[in-house]
Nanobody, 119 residues
Framework: QVQLVESGGGLVQPGGSLRLSCAVS????????MGWYRRAPGEQRELVAR???????NYADSVKGRFTFSIDYAKNTVSLQMNSLKPEDTAVYYC?????????????WGRGTQVTVSS
C-alpha cells in the first residue's frame, strides 16, 4: 500500500515562504506523475503543480513564478517551495502520486497539510 505523508504547513504572513514536503513509501520511479493539489475552504480541489516521469512540471497560472516543485529520488520525497505567499494561497495542500495500471491508473493521496497566509 502506497503511503504519502505531507509536512511543512503552517501560518505565514503575506509575502513569506514555506516549504512543503511529501514522504512517499516506495520508489518514486514507480509513479507516472507526482503532484501537489490544494483545497481552499468552500472550494474544489485544484492542481498546484504536477510533475511527469518525463521530467516536465506544470504549474497553475496562479502560482507560476512563485512556487517550485522538486523531487528527490534518493529520499523518496517531493517538495513544494512556496514563495511570495498570498492570502489566497490559504488551503489544505495534498500530495498525489499516480501509478499506471493495466486498466488505467491509481491515485494515492496524503492527508494534507494546512497552509494559512494571514497577517
Amino acid at each position: 500500500q502506497v503511503q504519502l505523508v505531507e509536512s511543512g504547513g503552517g501560518l505565514v504572513q503575506p509575502g513569506g515562504s514555506l516549504r512543503l514536503s511529501c514522504a512517499v513509501s516506495g520508489s518514486l520511479f514507480s509513479f507516472a506523475t507526482m503532484g501537489w493539489y490544494r483545497r481552499a475552504p468552500g472550494e474544489q480541489r485544484e492542481l498546484v503543480a504536477r510533475f511527469t516521469s518525463g521530467g516536465s512540471t506544470n504549474y497553475a497560472d496562479s502560482v507560476k513564478g512563485r512556487f517550485t516543485f522538486s523531487i528527490d529520488y534518493a529520499k523518496n520525497t517531493v517538495s513544494l517551495q512556496m514563495n511570495s505567499l498570498k492570502p489566497e494561497d490559504t488551503a489544505v495542500y495534498y500530495c498525489d502520486a499516480e501509478q499506471l495500471t493495466a486498466s488505467g491508473s491509481d491515485h494515492y493521496w496524503g492527508r494534507g497539510t494546512q497552509v494559512t497566509v494571514s497577517s
